[in-house]
């Protein structure tokens, strides 16, 4: 446990910027190499293995995949494999499996029956010495360095980052929009005293419900992870199109909704969404556009003029950990050492 505390995760907060010039200066050429080789074997469809953030990040890759590729893509259950015993044909599919330290039992154990069942395999790690890495046929290293806090930031933007340079890679781009998140990601961490404001308002929160559409989807459940994990509010994650389909009822004038607003088709498709919040008098927090923020209850502003709705994911969740921060301190608890939860989770 760091002397102050959340020390140690303000401090991998703020290194993001560099992870992410690290991962397009250094990272690039190596991601694009396994692209290539990934894309000469032609497979017919993505399976997408993940656990708690970097099943966040799993997901943000299935749209990318589906929507920038137009390849069919699922999430796994790996208790098919590892619980049930479940051996499917996999031959020509392509298995991703994301993990920051690469060395859950369940995650190795899937990854290897996977390739024992003709699937092309590829790791997304932050380790490459990890048994994941070992059992994997190709492996991607998100170079953001050790990390120390066990609620991971760095780590997720950097996955997010290194996912989408593979896509376009699949798909013979170069990736070239994305060499202007650095810089707008210097410029959302600066505003930390804006979201210690925000963070004020939210720290008696009882609960919170966050939602989003199409890419920003994955946002809101790992901003929700985050709150849950370090300060321990209850906090509940829904597509927009899911929060109307029910959960909507339970949204009220106390507990705070937080919309993660895409620039784009997403955005878009959710703007029913935020009509239906507003109409119940929701105390609505949004992460968007200039527009959007000003229509609700509070919010912050994301500088994404120009940025590809696509990238804007890596931008959108930097604030999100802020808050998660910040909450956390303000609540008079360590965001450092979340209770019960260890850096490796040796799920089976």
Do not use: W
């Not at 806090?149 to 996912?163: C, E, F, G, W």
């Amino acid at each position: 446990m760091s002397d102050e505390p959340g020390r140690i995760m303000a401090g991998e907060m703020a290194e993001q910027p560099a992870v992410l010039r690290r991962i397009l200066e250094r990272g690039a050429p190596e991601v694009h190499a396994v692209a290539r080789a990934i894309a000469a074997r032609g497979c017919r469809f993505v399976l997408l293995t993940g656990r708690g953030t970097s099943d966040n990040a799993a997901l943000y890759a299935k749209y990318l995949l589906e929507i920038r590729l137009g390849v069919p893509c699922g999430l796994t259950s790996m208790s098919t494999t590892t619980a049930y015993g479940a051996r499917p044909d996999l031959t020509d599919v392509l298995v991703i499996t994301v993990s920051q330290s690469g060395g859950s039992p369940d995650l190795v154990a899937s990854t290897r029956a996977a390739r024992e069942a003709g699937a092309v395999t590829l790791a997304v790690t932050n380790n490459p010495d990890s048994p994941l890495s070992a059992v994997s046929e190709y492996h991607l290293d998100v170079l953001a360095g050790p990390e120390r806090a066990l609620p991971a930031t760095k780590t997720y933007t950097a996955s997010l980052l290194t996912l989408y340079l593979l896509v376009e890679g699949l798909r013979g781009g170069d990736g070239a929009a994305a060499h202007a998140l650095p810089d707008l990601a210097e410029r959302i961490l600066a505003r930390r005293d804006e979201v210690r404001t925000l963070a004020a308002r939210y720290r008696f929160a009882e609960r919170m419900v966050l939602t989003s559409r199409g890419y920003g989807y994955p946002t809101a459940r790992e901003a929700a992870l985050k709150l849950m994990e370090t300060s321990y509010v209850p906090a509940l994650a829904y597509s927009g199109a899911d929060l109307l389909h029910g959960p909507l009822a339970m949204v009220d004038n106390v507990s705070p909704v937080i919309a993660v607003v895409t620039e784009g088709r997403g955005g878009e498709a959710l703007q029913p969404v935020l009509d239906r919040l507003r109409g119940r008098g929701a105390d609505l927090f949004v992460v968007g556009p200039r527009a959007q923020v000003e229509a609700a209850s509070a919010g912050f502003v994301l500088p994404v003029d120009g940025v590809p709705e696509e990238l804007q994911p890596v931008l959108e969740i930097l604030p999100l950990q802020q808050l998660a921060y910040e909450v956390t301190i303000a609540r008079g608890q360590d965001p450092d050492a979340p209770r019960a939860l260890a850096k490796v989770t040796e799920t089976r």
